[in-house]
């Protein structure tokens, strides 16, 4: 167990310096300006969003205009309303189309966005995984690692697992179930979940699941 332990705290300070690279880097980034930069272009995009909401506004005012004309008074006016009515529902529903397609290129992501969630990432699976991790671990609480295992198979923390490559996170809840029921395993499941476990702590913590159960037999 004091591997499993040890290889937990290898893997909380390479997080920690993962958490100091990424602060370095953007404090880095404020002193050159980049981040006032970055925030500048955001701001144009937001004023040329609200240029095309108002475009849309304008044209679906105008639309209701020609229609309002085109029934109350479409008897004495001396041309057809209806190709400009036709040509003001194009021109609003282009935008409206634009905005509505999924695939549309996606908002790029900036510098200071990736390292903050990077930075944000690190101090998750430090809190929420890794330091709970080693304290069921150290107190042998069973109830905690179920709680860990249920937590890093899905949402923000599997996320953050496979963003910072600290494995698959439906593989490391594996290696935790697999734990919890080591009483009841057999050495060629423990195997198997040792060859699908990426994560160096949980291989660890397997490794000598499996010793021990070799030894019983």
């Known amino acids: 167990m004091k591997e499993v332990l040890k290889e937990i705290d290898t893997r909380i300070k390479r997080l920690e310096a ?19 930069r970055y925030k500048l272009l955001e701001k144009r995009q937001r004023i040329s969003e609200m240029y095309v909401l108002f475009f849309m506004l304008w044209g679906f005012i105008g639309l209701v205009l020609l229609l309002y004309l085109k029934y109350r008074y479409a008897e004495v006016l001396p041309f057809s309303l209806t190709p400009y009515i036709l040509l003001m529902v194009i021109l609003i529903l282009l935008p409206a189309v634009y905005y509505a397609i999924p695939s549309r290129k996606p908002e790029e992501e900036t510098p200071m966005d990736y390292l903050n969630k990077r930075e944000r990432m690190a101090r998750l699976l430090i809190n929420r995984f890794y330091k709970p991790l080693r304290e069921a671990l150290e107190e042998n609480d069973n109830v905690k690692l179920k709680e860990l295992a249920d937590s890093i198979s899905m949402g923000e923390l599997a996320r953050a697992a496979e963003e910072l490559n600290e494995g698959n996170p439906k593989t490391m809840a594996y290696a935790l179930y697999i734990y919890l029921a080591r009483d009841t395993v057999s050495s060629e499941e423990i195997q198997e979940a040792l060859a699908l476990v990426k994560n160096k702590p949980l291989k660890i913590l397997l490794s000598t699941l499996l010793k021990e159960s070799s030894s019983k037999q």
């Open 18 to 36: 993962e958490i100091e690279l990424a602060e370095s880097r953007l404090e880095f980034l404020d002193k050159i300006g980049a981040s006032s």
